[in-house]
Nanobody
């Protein structure tokens, strides 16, 4: 079992920055990929960024150049640094951890990001 707790959401003006944190606990040695997803009101949950246990990163086209995912293994924490925020970045942001074999998906409860225009 893996538990994920997000923090760092809030209200920010367009052009501003926020940093989200996700602390993982439990069977963290089994995690292969961690990432952030978001869900805007009335829309499906979508990938924002992922980072593998080896440090490889992947980003949605809509956030490339503005968001940075990173990890601190000593703190069991994954971060999402969000710069140049836009109103369309508004939504609930969820931390995700994947164990590939056997496949298991874990989710945090989410943290709300609101970007005002």
């Amino acid at each position: 079992q893996v538990q994920l707790v997000e923090s760092g959401g809030g209200l920010v003006q367009a052009g501003g920055s926020l940093r989200l944190s996700c602390v993982a606990s439990g069977s963290i040695f089994s995690i292969n990929v961690m990432g952030w997803y978001r869900q805007a009101p009335g829309k499906q949950r979508e990938l924002v960024a992922t980072i593998t246990s080896g440090g490889s990163t992947n980003y949605a086209d809509s956030v490339k150049g503005r968001f940075t995912i990173s990890r601190d293994n000593a703190k069991n924490t994954v971060y999402l640094q969000m710069n140049s925020l836009k109103p369309e970045d508004t939504g609930d942001y969820y931390c995700n951890a994947k164990i590939l074999v056997p496949f298991v998906d874990y989710w945090g409860k989410g943290t709300l990001v609101t970007v005002s225009s």
